[in-house]
C-alpha cells in the first residue's frame, strides 16, 4: 500500500481537536482574570452548579457516600443485586429433571461490599448463592446459583445482604433521587 505523504482524516481531526481544546483553555484564562464571564461554560450552567446549597466543613472523617439535599437528607450507595443470566440450552433440557441450571448475576453495596447473595425459585425457601472474591473492595460482585431444573415457569428473584449483613432494601423505588431499591426477579418458561 502506497501512502500520499498527506496527513489522514484521523490525524488531521485529532489535531483540530487538541488545538480546539488548547484555544478554549487559553480563552478561559484569559475571560477569568478579566473577571467576565466565558460564555460556553455560564451558559450551559458548567461554571457554577446552581443545585449547590451549601457546603459544610467537619473535623472528622466518615465513612460511605452522602449528599446533603433539600429532599433527601442521606443519599447513600444502596445494596442491589440483579440476576444477570439463567443459563438455559436444549442439552439442559434433553438431560431432564434435576441438571443444574447456573443461575447468575452481580451484587454491590458500595464500600460496604457484600457478605452474601440468596436466590429464591418461585415461592420457596432463600438458597445461598456462590461468590466469586471481587477485585477489589468497592467493584460488583459476581455471584452463581445451580439450580436443579425443573421443566415449567419460574420467578427467580435474587437479594444481597451488605458487608455488616444487613439485608438490602425490600420495598421498591424509582432510582431517583436517592438510587433505586427492591428485588429482582426473572420469570422464565422452560
Same mark, same amino acid.
Given at each position: 500500500?502506497?501512502? #500520499?505523504?498527506?496527513?489522514?482524516?484521523?490525524?488531521?481531526?485529532?489535531?483540530?481537536?487538541?488545538? %480546539?481544546?488548547?484555544?478554549?483553555?487559553?480563552?478561559?484564562?484569559? *475571560?477569568?482574570? !478579566?473577571?467576565? @464571564?466565558?460564555?460556553?461554560?455560564?451558559?450551559?450552567?458548567?461554571?457554577?452548579?446552581?443545585?449547590?446549597?451549601?457546603?459544610? !466543613? %467537619?473535623?472528622? *472523617?466518615? @465513612?460511605?457516600?452522602?449528599?446533603? &439535599?433539600? *429532599?433527601?437528607?442521606? !443519599?447513600?450507595?444502596?445494596?442491589? #443485586?440483579?440476576?444477570?443470566?439463567?443459563?438455559?440450552?436444549?442439552?439442559?433440557?434433553?438431560?431432564?429433571?434435576?441438571?443444574?441450571?447456573?443461575?447468575?448475576?452481580?451484587? /454491590?453495596?458500595?464500600?460496604?461490599?457484600?457478605?452474601?447473595?440468596?436466590?429464591?425459585?418461585?415461592?420457596?425457601?432463600?438458597?445461598?448463592?456462590?461468590?466469586?472474591?471481587?477485585? #477489589?473492595?468497592?467493584?460488583?460482585?459476581?455471584? &452463581?446459583?445451580? *439450580? =436443579?431444573?425443573?421443566?415449567?415457569? /419460574?420467578?427467580?428473584?435474587?437479594?444481597?445482604?451488605?458487608?455488616?449483613?444487613? =439485608?438490602?432494601?425490600?420495598?421498591?423505588?424509582? @432510582?431517583? =433521587?436517592?438510587?433505586?431499591?427492591?428485588? /429482582?426477579?426473572?420469570?422464565?418458561?422452560?
Amino acid at each position: 500500500m502506497k501512502r #500520499s505523504g498527506k496527513p489522514g482524516i484521523l490525524a488531521g481531526a485529532a489535531a483540530g481537536a487538541m488545538l %480546539t481544546a488548547a484555544l478554549i483553555g487559553v480563552f478561559f484564562a484569559a *475571560w477569568q482574570l !478579566a473577571g467576565l @464571564p466565558f460564555a460556553p461554560f455560564d451558559v450551559y450552567g458548567m461554571k457554577q452548579p446552581k443545585w449547590i446549597e451549601s457546603i459544610e !466543613a %467537619t473535623d472528622r *472523617w466518615e @465513612p460511605g457516600y452522602w449528599v446533603v &439535599r433539600g *429532599w433527601d437528607k442521606v !443519599a447513600r450507595m444502596k445494596a442491589t #443485586s440483579v440476576i444477570d443470566t439463567v443459563g438455559m440450552d436444549m442439552n439442559i433440557i434433553s438431560a431432564g429433571r434435576g441438571t443444574p441450571v447456573s443461575i447468575g448475576g452481580i451484587a /454491590h453495596a458500595g464500600a460496604r461490599g457484600i457478605s452474601r447473595v440468596e436466590v429464591q425459585i418461585d415461592d420457596g425457601p432463600w438458597q445461598q448463592a456462590a461468590l466469586r472474591t471481587p477485585l #477489589s473492595e468497592l467493584t460488583w460482585v459476581l455471584w &452463581r446459583y445451580d *439450580w =436443579p431444573f425443573e421443566p415449567g415457569e /419460574h420467578t427467580f428473584t435474587v437479594r444481597c445482604y451488605d458487608g455488616s449483613d444487613t =439485608p438490602q432494601i425490600v420495598t421498591p423505588a424509582p @432510582p431517583g =433521587p436517592s438510587g433505586a431499591t427492591g428485588l /429482582h426477579s426473572v420469570r422464565q418458561r422452560f
